[in-house]
């Protein structure tokens, strides 16, 4: 049967049957809230993330007690390490007394419904600025940065996380850890793999943030982190941590790679995230500032996309400001 007595237009025509026919939502649910934690006192701005600053302990705190009012699930931690702190074998990634692990302890204690994941990566920590241990080349080395991230990733553990996101891209190191995770005891902490996280242009103003951009230079990631270009390796790669133990896998950036979350979605129905990375934000937050977009209708579209294609939640520095709007729309 078609047009006239076709008309999909029909279901558009009020608001009560398009809400009816609605078939991905946005709520507080699926967003992931990263935040950077910091030794200084008080806040610091990220020039290039408009809204988004280093906070203290006690900053993070108040940040945290906003996410859980707002029914935010979980807090995603990235350290900004001081500079004396970094070394060519980022031993300080697992001291249980250092700033992260503090900052773990502080939110679970407070706060202990709050879900708090963990970055288990080494290029905070390093300083090179890359994501493992490197030789005379300065290639890394991946077995050597897999026995490192083993030791990071308990490091977590015994601190409280509840989840702990490997973001590095090393070959075996979601099984090594799951290993570790289990014989320690720690079998109910959550494994959140960054399963395709590719060699990306949009994460400049992460490591602005995090205060590896300088220690790395002109280098790149691309000995590890994935081509853009790819898909199928994406498959690939997920599969592989599924079997080594994953609980959830992600994709990183969003939104330039929704391709490819769907893809893993449909593939493997597994949970699925995706990071609408500092690039993005970026990009979006300097179109609003020149008034050429509106910030929350543009917010929340961008956010039901990484839905639609498929995310269970997304990793977003407008968390926020989203579960704020979302919930003033219900």
């Known amino acids: ?25 946005l709520t507080a649910d699926d967003l992931i809230y990263p935040v ?37 699930p979980a807090l995603a931690l990235f350290p900004v390490t001081a500079p004396e702190a970094k070394s060519l074998d980022a031993v300080a990634a697992w001291d249980d007394d250092g700033l992260y692990q503090r900052a773990v302890r502080a939110l679970k204690s407070r706060f202990p ?13 390093t300083s090179h600025g890359q994501d493992g241990i490197v030789d005379d080349a300065g290639y890394v080395i991946n077995d050597t940065t ?16 509840d989840v702990v996101a490997p973001s590095d891209m090393m070959d075996g190191r979601i099984g090594a850890i799951r290993a570790a995770l289990e014989q320690d005891g720690f079998i109910h902490t959550r ?12 994460y400049g103003p992460f490591r602005d943030a995090v205060g590896s951009a300088s220690a790395l230079g002109k280098a790149d990631k691309r000995t590890y982190q994935m081509d853009p270009g790819n898909s199928d390796e994406a498959l690939r790669e997920v599969a592989l941590d599924l079997e080594e133990g994953a609980d959830m896998v ?14 893993v979605k449909d593939e493997f129905g597994v949970p699925t995230y995706a990071y609408q990375v500092s690039g993005e934000y970026a990009m979006l937050k ?4 020149n008034g050429w977009l509106d910030e929350r209708k543009c917010v929340l579209e961008a956010l039901l996309g990484f839905k639609r294609a498929g995310a269970d939640g997304v990793l977003t520095y407008f968390a926020l400001d989203a579960a704020r709007w979302v919930k003033e729309r219900a």
Do not use: C, N, W
């Open 250 to 263: 992600m994709v990183k950036p969003g939104m330039p790679y929704l391709d490819v979350v769907r893809r």
């Open 36 to 72: 950077f934690v910091h030794e200084p006192a008080g806040r610091a701005a990220v020039p290039s993330m408009p809204g988004v600053e280093r906070l203290s302990i006690d900053e993070l705190l108040r940040v945290a007690e906003t996410a859980s009012e707002l029914r935010i």
């Open 146 to 161: 897999v026995d490192a991230l083993v030791q990071q990733a308990l490091s977590h553990a015994r601190a409280g996380a």
């Open 191 to 202: 494994i959140l793999a960054y399963a395709a996280k590719y060699a990306s242009s949009f």
């Open 1 to 25: 049967m078609t047009y006239p007595y076709v008309r999909p237009r029909r279901m558009r025509r009020d608001d009560f049957s398009r809400r009816l026919m609605r078939e991905s939502v």
């Open 286 to 289: 300097a179109a609003f500032a």
């Open 113 to 125: 419904e709050l879900g708090v994941i963990t970055d288990v990566a080494l290029d905070p920590y």
